[in-house]
């Protein structure tokens, strides 16, 4: 099949830059909710732990209650996880136009 035109591409990685961007949104919205209800932080106490670590860089306020200390452990392996698979959709129709267009090439070049 041939490359998509490039308006339906761009299409097409705008809704996966939107979906990453939305579990981006839900993940530290649970983040912050999870601070503010364990550890009893202010809402942007609980915002700056929870974007830091999102994005891997690790907690600013160390828990100090039981249920804050399993939240952010959890919470961390999540986010771990979470980096991935929200880098997997964003970028996901670029990797397949790369592939698809090496495929296209080859096969020109067999023919």
């Known amino acids: 099949m041939p490359l ?3 308006a339906a591409f761009l299409r ?5 830059a ?3 961007f939305a579990l981006i949104v839900l993940s530290l919205w649970a983040g912050m909710l999870g601070y503010h209800v364990c550890e009893h932080q ?3 106490d609980a915002f700056i732990n929870a974007a830091m670590i999102l994005s891997g860089m690790g ?5 100090q209650t039981a249920a ?3 939240f952010a452990g959890i919470y961390a392996l999540y986010s771990g996880f ?8 964003t970028f996901s129709p670029l990797v397949h136009r790369v592939l698809h267009r090496f495929h296209l090439e080859a096969r020109q070049r067999d023919e």
Do not use: D, E, H, Y
């Open 4 to 6: 998509l035109p490039r």
């Open 18 to 20: 939107a979906a990453g």
């Open 59 to 63: 907690p600013l306020l160390s828990p």
């Open 68 to 70: 804050g200390k399993v």
């Open 42 to 44: 202010s809402w942007l």
């Open 82 to 89: 979470a980096l991935i698979m929200i880098t997997a959709i």
């Open 12 to 16: 097409r990685m705008a809704g996966s």
